[in-house]
């Protein structure tokens, strides 16, 4: 039963252009939301947090985007560029309740230049 | 900040062998936790530790698993009686609250 999914594995876009990463999940609890960045043969690397309160967080060329409702989280960079590409792992967190984060399979970002 | 370190970096092991991994965490990290991840899918939660205390442990963490944090300090993860479906990358993290922060992993194949 996974709690936060990740439906697409992989995308490509364009140097300069937007990447749209998307992340559902099925806990109403979480309240503390994550995007990680993987380099092979590295650890996950922390991106980018939202708090369940907000509904937007900006850092530079990445903004989280948080729809409580529809239990959805995006991730956009703008504008692309080729060092994004990576793998990114969306995660969220019972944050109050101190459990663990849990992580989506990740998507693979692709960016040609 | 010299951040989460995690030793070994490799290891290979045949089947029916014990290994024992290593984390040093950021110092001031009170929460250490361990991850397991496998091709394809994303880091799945082993166990975490606040301070010395063990206090989650997922159902992946077979009998054969155990973990340590003595002292509240580096932690420990062991495997006992290794077998093939245990290669994976071992991912160690720590926190404050909220972020966690991971070493480069430690990648275990079994033959």
């Known amino acids: 039963d996974q709690q936060v999914k990740q439906n697409s594995p992989s995308l490509s876009v364009q140097e300069g252009r937007i990447s749209i990463l998307n992340c559902d999940y099925t806990?109403?609890?979480?309240?503390?939301f994550l995007w990680y960045k993987k380099y092979p043969a590295e650890g996950p690397t922390f991106l980018i947090s939202i708090s369940s309160i907000k509904d937007k967080n900006e850092d530079g060329r990445f903004t989280v985007f948080l729809n409580k409702s529809a239990k959805h989280l995006s991730l956009h960079i703008v504008p692309s560029q080729p060092g994004d590409s990576a793998v990114y792992f969306c995660?969220?967190?019972?944050?109050?309740?101190?459990?663990?984060?849990?992580f989506g399979k990740g998507t693979t970002l692709s960016v040609s230049s | 900040d010299t951040g989460v370190s995690q030793n070994p970096r490799h290891k290979i092991t045949k089947r029916g062998q014990n290994v024992t991994f290593r984390c040093d965490p950021i110092s001031e990290h009170n929460r250490l936790y361990w991850y397991r991840q496998t091709l394809g899918q994303g880091p799945e939660f082993l166990t975490y530790f606040q301070n010395e205390a063990q206090l989650e442990k997922s159902r992946l963490l077979s009998d054969r698993f155990s973990a340590e944090r003595p002292k509240g300090s580096f932690s420990t993860l062991e495997i006992q009686r290794t077998e093939q479906g245990d290669s994976a990358m071992y991912l160690c993290?720590?926190?404050?609250?909220?972020?966690?922060?991971f070493g480069n992993g430690t990648r275990l194949t079994v033959t």
């Open positions: 993290a720590s926190s404050l609250q909220g972020t966690l922060h």
């Open positions: 806990n109403s609890m979480f309240d503390y």
């Open positions: 995660a969220a967190i019972v944050n109050q309740a101190g459990t663990a984060l849990i």
